[in-house]
């Protein structure tokens, strides 16, 4: 895979440019929005590549893909767990990882706060909201979060910081933005709800197709893999 430093760079600048450009746009200011660089199917090496252009937050989908980089690549980087999480490999992450995105359950925040206390540790988590309704994807739909949520916020060993969520696949990113609009309006809600422990300061949406609407709508963080690293070889 021929990908050096340097294009990982002009890469993350671009991408940095466009979150400025969408920022202008709606009166954000561009700080207020986190690149998760997506290091999933990619090796140890390009991703120490990427760490060396500054980058220091990095995103992967699947729990043993995770653990066995960690060790390999420096210790100061912020590890989000941003796929699918599966409750037997919680006490894997716990402790470990900088956020998890992927909440998308009851009984996953469960199975989170019981090796949380068991560990003595605090975890930072994102809600997974399914917000188009899709078949194929996880998470709770609005009216569940709202229902749930005060019950939420009793789970020890958990700090709910915000939302995440992921839009169809379109051809016109203008056609998904509703759903983060959505996502932003759900956050509002929440927040005005004032609840112990639940904290509504992350919004975790847009990736490499869709980010700039997301921004536009009010993202905090976005997910972007391709755009940084280039196609991957499955």
Known sequence: MDVTTGTIKKNIENIFGEIKVAC?????????????????????????????TG??????????ELTGKMPLLP??????????????????????????????????LSEISRQAVKKGV????????NVAGEGTKHGFDTEEILREIKDFSCI??????GL?????????????R??????KSLSERIRDLALPGIEMDELSMGMSDDFKIAVEEGATIVRIGSRVFGARNY
Request: hydrophobic fraction near 45%.
């Open 24 to 52: 202008d746009r709606v009166g954000r200011k561009p700080q207020e929005v986190k690149l998760v660089a997506v290091s999933k199917m990619f090796p140890v090496e390009i991703v120490q590549s990427a760490y060396e």
């Open 164 to 176: 995440m969520t992921m839009a169809p696949i379109a051809d016109d990113p203008e056609k998904v």
């Open 75 to 108: 210790q100061d980087i912020k590890w989000h767990l941003i796929g699918t999480l599966q409750k037997n490999k919680v006490k894997y992450v716990v402790g470990k990882v900088a956020l998890i995105h992927s909440v998308d359950s009851a009984s996953l």
């Open 178 to 183: 509703y759903v983060f609009r959505e996502l």
């Open 55 to 64: 980058q220091r937050v990095f995103g992967e989908n699947k729990v043993q």
């Open 156 to 161: 020890r060993g958990i700090k709910i910081k």
């Open 122 to 129: 605090v975890v930072p988590v994102l809600l997974q909201v």
